[in-house]
């Protein structure tokens, strides 16, 4: 079955950057998109931005475009998120999701929280 | 700024039809489908409905999705227990260039 499975929990100290994973099982990679969110404690869910894995294209929410980078590694099926310049605001629990480009949202990963604190 | 707003709360009783609404603009639900959002106390959102009403493999047909103009609806028929959690909306907004989602609305059973 389709399934997303990120990367464990991070604790970083503000002005840091943070890496996080998203490996891919279950389909094939390339023929879809992979979105990340953000949820801050009580929040709303926020969009981060895509990558389109069949091209490589990538796209960026206007407030993380300056300090995000979405990248992925075909070979292993698995998409990655770095923000870099974190603040306590960053403090969030960060998924994946699948997009087919019909169907967005579909499944998401479990979630990886990040704490940002000195 | 809120792109997309919901209740924050809405109700029913066990059996009963509810619905939770979703007001947009013209940037994002009077021009794109929207997606509705199942949140589990501790888990990750569920997607329930997407393209306005359709629903992925294995979602109830109790859920159903619906817009008019530049608001969209979730109606959950026959209520259970299993259905008190929150609810979200999500379409793409045009000013944002990106996607937005709506606050979430607590459904109480």
């Known amino acids: 079955q389709v399934q997303l499975v990120q990367s464990g929990a991070e604790v970083k100290k503000p002005g840091a950057s943070v890496r996080l994973s998203c490996k891919a099982s279950?389909?094939?990679?390339?023929?879809?998109?992979m979105q990340w969110m953000r949820q801050a404690p009580g929040q709303r869910p926020e969009w981060v931005g895509w990558i389109n894995a069949v091209n490589g294209n990538t796209k960026y929410s206007q407030k993380f475009q300056d300090r995000v980078t979405i990248t992925m590694d075909t070979s292993a099926s698995t998409a990655y998120m770095e923000l870099s310049s974190l603040t306590s605001d960053d403090t969030a629990i960060y998924y994946c999701?699948?997009?087919?480009?019909?169907?967005?949202?579909?499944?998401w990963g479990q979630g990886t929280l990040v704490t940002v604190s000195s | 700024q809120s792109m997309l707003t919901q209740p924050p709360s809405a109700s029913g009783t066990p059996g009963q039809r509810v619905i939770i609404s979703c007001s947009g603009s013209?940037?994002?639900?009077?021009?794109?489908?929207v997606s509705w959002l199942q949140q589990l106390p501790g888990s990750a959102p569920k997607l329930l409905i997407y393209?306005?009403?359709q629903r992925p493999s294995g979602v109830p047909d109790r859920f159903s999705g619906s817009r008019s103009g530049t608001s969209a609806s979730l109606a959950i028929s026959g209520l259970q227990s299993e259905d008190e959690t929150d609810y979200y909306c999500?379409?793409?907004?045009?000013?944002?260039?990106?996607?937005?989602f709506g606050g979430g609305t607590k459904l109480t059973v």
């Open positions: 999500a379409a793409w907004d045009d000013t944002l260039n990106g996607w937005a």
């Open positions: 999701a699948r997009d087919n480009f019909l169907i967005s949202f579909n499944p």
């Open positions: 279950g389909y094939t990679f390339t023929n879809f998109a």
């Open positions: 013209n940037s994002n639900i009077g021009r794109h489908p």
């Open positions: 393209g306005y009403n």
